[in-house]
């Protein structure tokens, strides 16, 4: 091959990577412990979380991702980084299984996230028509709990969970190696 001795040529791998969402007729691959998705992919009808087969459902969720580094521009704007948000981000929709036991797992964890944020919300409303020596207590428990529900509530009930979005590739993490094992390796 003439390329090969082409010192101006770009590297292989480089080139492969370029390549690889016109060349290969794969839409799914294991980079180490994440699974890259072509954009636009249809995965097999197994649990993104298991591997056990999802029978026939469906999730679902447009996913968006920015270089962590832009979050820097928060320290200097809040409304810089609402645009730079809007501007710099990758967006994917991805479709993925979800077995019957893990939309369970979803379920209740958003259930117990709302019911930890109201108790919450119910301390700081209760505490005005509390003793004095008990409105601080009531207060400060619900000032905690109000965010630890709504925080644990969304990471738990997180399926699909983006580690680096480009323009043809999205890139998840938080997947079972059972279902890993069955996609060709991304570096081979
Ligand atoms: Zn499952």
Redesign the pocket.
Known sequence: MIDDDNPYAAPKADVLVKDRHLDSSSDAWRDGKMLVVRKGAELPDR??????P?RGYRFSRSLSWHKPVWALTFLISPILYALVYVFVRWRARVTVG??????R?RARAIALGWLVALTGLGSIMAAETLFDSLRPIALNAGIVLLPVGMICGVVGSQVLVPRRIDKHFVWLSRV?PDYLAAFPDWNA
């Open positions: 649990c993104l979380k298991c591997a056990a999802a979800l077995c019957p036991r893990h939309r797992n079972s």
